[in-house]
């Protein structure tokens, strides 16, 4: 079975640190691109962050810019997302998807998909 795993998610302190893992399962990741999306409440699921199977190629949305840092570990068949400097706006459920080879910002193109972790940033 095919899987994907999310973890490193809770509740942090505007201004702290998370690291959220995505592990893969029945797969392995050397063959694809990981995205990480995220969705708030009441909003619309956007992109975070993908870096491709390589990892010579890392994109950011402007809103996570020089905050957030994608890496990935092969020999671990997992992907992380350190996230630095959280605000409050950062909230949302936070999952991580793959496809093939390349990154793309369109949701609708990857094949698989963790089940989310939650991200929550607040005083």
């Known amino acids: 079975q095919l899987q994907l795993v999310e973890s490193g998610g809770g509740l942090v302190q505007p201004g702290g640190s998370l690291r959220l893992s995505c592990a893969a399962s029945?797969?392995?990741?050397?063959?694809?691109?990981i995205g990480w999306f995220r969705q708030a409440p009441g909003k619309e699921r956007e992109g975070v962050s993908c870096i491709s199977r390589s990892g010579g190629s890392r994109n950011y949305a402007d809103s996570v810019k020089g905050r957030f840092t994608i890496s990935r570990d092969n020999a671990k068949n997992t992907v992380y997302l350190q996230m630095n400097s959280l605000k409050p706006e950062d909230t949302a459920v936070y999952y991580c998807?793959?496809?093939?080879?390349?990154?793309?910002?369109?949701?609708?193109?990857?094949?698989?998909w963790g089940q989310g972790t939650q991200v929550t940033v607040s005083s």
């Open positions: 029945g797969f392995t990741l050397d063959y694809y691109a």
């Open positions: 998807a793959a496809r093939r080879d390349w990154c793309s910002a369109y949701a609708s193109n990857y094949d698989y």
